[in-house]
């Protein structure tokens, strides 16, 4: 499974922004797919999954309300809407999949810059 994160740029504190997350290669329809970020001089942290379905959905505490996660499995899609977005907010977000059974991520894509400025 390839992944490729798409949808970054830069955004106005208080603005909005969708990512998107297109698998290819196989279809991630049963995968658990996360998204990530990794801040300048911080630790890789989890934002949010969702499993195959969209019935089981996971956020980190500290960003639950502002983003939403979705997926269209028949684009093999996953999507990351923020909202009222905070100069903390940059970084480098990545998606990932995880096979059914798995401890760990599986699959990462290369991930795209968000910057937000104050």
């Known amino acids: 499974v390839q992944l490729q994160a798409s949808g970054g740029g830069l955004v106005q504190a208080g603005g909005s922004l969708g990512l998107s997350c297109a698998a290819s290669?196989?279809?991630?329809?049963?995968?658990?797919v996360g998204w990530f970020r990794h801040a300048p001089g911080k630790e890789r942290e989890f934002l949010a999954s969702i499993n195959w379905s969209g019935s089981i959905i996971s956020y980190k505490t500290s960003v639950k309300g502002r983003l939403i996660i979705s997926r269209d499995n028949a684009k093999n899609t996953v999507y990351l809407q923020m909202n009222s977005m905070k100069p903390e907010d940059t970084a480098v977000y990545y998606c990932?999949?995880?096979?059914?059974?798995?401890?760990?991520?599986?699959?990462w894509g290369q991930g795209t810059q968000v910057t937000v400025s104050s």
């Open positions: 990932a999949a995880q096979k059914a059974g798995s401890e760990f991520y599986d699959y």
């Open positions: 290669g196989r279809t991630f329809s049963s995968y658990v």
